[in-house]
């Protein structure tokens, strides 16, 4: 019986995000964007799969099929949603947006508009930690920064 709803489980996984995407995508997006869009609301519906098999697996004594499963599946899930959010989206976003004809100059342009924005992130970050360093020294508080990256 969890064989079945294991199957049914993985074949709405892989139908809904398709389903969200032929649905509301526009006509005219790219075909790259909408597999890229796929790809992503896939990982992110992997999360609600694997959620109630870590839960099973914390209850349960010696199950090793679902620990191996969600051991592999969980980092796997979580580093591909992170790197599509914080680096593949931007970069497909300021590609798709370039008015540069040639592949090439689209790709400059993506790359060059990004390590700008990741840039005045980190200044602001760096700043922001700065700030909590000084705040909390002159208050007499031992702190490192170390400890503030952590």
Known sequence: M???I????GLLLLLIPWFIIFWYAFPS???YVKILVYFELTFGFLVLVILP???YESNANENLQVKKFTSIWWPL???IISFCGWLLNPFVSTYSWS???KVKDKVRHAIWRNLIYYAILAGILIIGLLGIYFLFSK???KITLFSLII
């Open 2 to 4: 969890y064989e079945w």
């Open 6 to 9: 294991a199957l049914i489980e």
């Open 29 to 31: 997006i790219p075909l």
């Open 53 to 55: 098999l870590d839960i």
């Open 77 to 79: 899930s979580y580093w």
């Open 99 to 101: 008015g540069y004809f």
């Open 139 to 141: 208050k007499g508080v």
